[in-house]
């Protein structure tokens, strides 16, 4: 099952580590920068910057996550360098993660599921990653479409739960009548959704997004669900650090995977005396080390 | 500003009527399915269908609802298809609505409201909608990004509050603590993200989507936000009746504007001696009726 091919390469690599390529040319270095001037060019660039990244850092990760709202800038050619972006990472053995937070009724839903989960009603693939992330505001009958392609397909998906922006407690944090929380309620559905897809590590391939600056809800939503798998952005550019993560851990010392974008992808500005991509394993190999001796 | 511009349309044609493209291979007529084998063809056929059915209804309706989930299952063609399809309602004086229901933290939400509602990084539009819908599950941070697009732009929004399906209960009519539902909570969020956004008819250009198939939750919401504009999906395939929408309408007898997707794009299915285009024709007059005998 795609969750076990998840937490396997996450000990294989000993780092529990998303590369987010949250890629757009305002985060690119200037060389490649002044070589964009339309969407085909603008395309081009991304995937050969992505192609870099992963070539200096697909050896130290599990996985990559991509943002759909930085490629949908760019129209088709957006399009086409989050597919070919998708394509060459799977190459390189890593598991994709697209983050799309899509959600909608049943029959549109299960679109969504044949465009990124497995195939178009043509029965061809068109995006095809392993993972998806979907919000859950539409309650069951938006998300079930997309497990039956999880079930179908060996897929998994990460249900948005606690998000890790402030803004998030204006509705996650509501208590409802009966005392519950409204991310504790979503985090029992998130169990319920996914009790079919549990793999042989006990984690289903039916996953939580828990912010990783939202440490109470982290801590609460994993007492509740020992066995929930947490995709967790937040760490870096947001301002979570590793010790805000030992919470999130399953009593195994497992299920977690933790996202950094804009602290790898634009490590270049820190680093500046280096290549962009050379730039991106510095800081993987020092968010390895931290995640290793701080949280793990 | 946009939202004024929708209403005069829909007085104009004396029809609150939004055409949803939906428009995937599977809902084509044979003599259209049998010319795709692959994703450009499938994107070119779309393209094909969605202009004639334009073609036959334009001057009948005020807007064009492109729900995106379809065209993504055809990878960079089908998002070529959705570009094309926007361009060409544009031209022929519809309002586009893109029903993406996009949903991110700050700096991605501002990445999706450059992507459907202004320009790219670079400064070209890519998919430059006049309205999209938006889930609000990740709070104020995750949807003023977008509100601010709307500003800069003559844009608008419909955020989710009570959308049409069955399960959308689980969480959108729980009861919290004070004792309001989640769907008037966020009802509230969304008057108050759209209060600088109001037209000359008083509606916001930031308004709601609420399904004609919740009417208690819509005569609710539509009492506590007199001027809060309605996106109403779930007529015809989902359910609901034109009868069922009159608690949606505004004092004025306004202040909707009612989603039809399957029910005329797929209307060749019924009236299978019509052309596909004269059938949706037949099927947005037989709609035009009955939202003026039985609803408004």
Not at 14 to 28: F, K, Q, R, S, W
Not at 121 to 130: E, K, L, T
Not at 173 to 198: C, F, H, M, P
Not at 204 to 230: W, Y
Request: some cysteine; charged content about 25%; glycine content about 8%.
């Amino acid at each position: 099952m795609i969750i076990d091919v998840l937490i396997d390469k996450i000990k294989e690599t000993n780092n529990p580590t998303a590369v987010g390529l949250d890629t757009c040319i305002e985060y690119l270095p200037e060389e490649l920068k002044m070589r964009v001037n339309d969407f085909k060019s603008a395309g081009e660039i991304i995937f050969e910057f992505n192609k870099r990244i992963i070539d200096a850092v697909g050896g130290l990760i599990p996985a990559v996550k991509l943002q759909s709202a930085y490629y949908e800038m760019y129209g088709s050619y957006g399009a086409d360098a989050f597919i070919k972006t998708r394509e060459y990472a799977k190459k390189q053995g890593l598991i994709t993660i697209a983050d799309v937070k899509r959600n909608d009724i049943a029959s549109t839903a299960s679109a969504y599921g044949k465009a990124y989960l497995s195939k178009s009603d043509i029965g061809i693939p068109a995006y095809d990653f392993d993972f998806i992330t979907v919000n859950p505001y539409l309650g069951s009958d938006g998300i079930l479409p997309f497990v039956e392609e999880c079930k179908a397909y060996d897929k998994g998906l990460f249900i948005l739960v606690k998000t890790s922006n402030k803004s998030s407690s204006e509705l996650q944090n509501q208590t409802l009548a009966d005392g519950k929380k409204v991310y504790e309620l979503i985090s029992d559905y998130v169990a319920q959704w996914g009790v079919d897809l549990r793999g042989k590590y006990g984690y289903s391939a039916v996953g939580a997004v828990v912010g990783a600056t939202q440490k109470e809800e982290a801590e609460s939503i994993r007492k509740r669900h020992p066995h929930m798998f947490f995709l967790i952005p937040g760490y870096g550019a947001q301002g979570a650090t590793a010790k805000d993560l030992s919470v999130s851990l399953g009593s195994d010392g497992s299920g977690i995977i933790v996202n950094n974008s804009r602290g790898i992808i634009c490590a270049h500005k820190k680093y500046s005396d280096m290549k962009y991509f050379e730039a991106a394993k510095k800081a993987v190999i020092a968010m390895k080390n931290d995640l290793n001796e701080n949280a793990i």
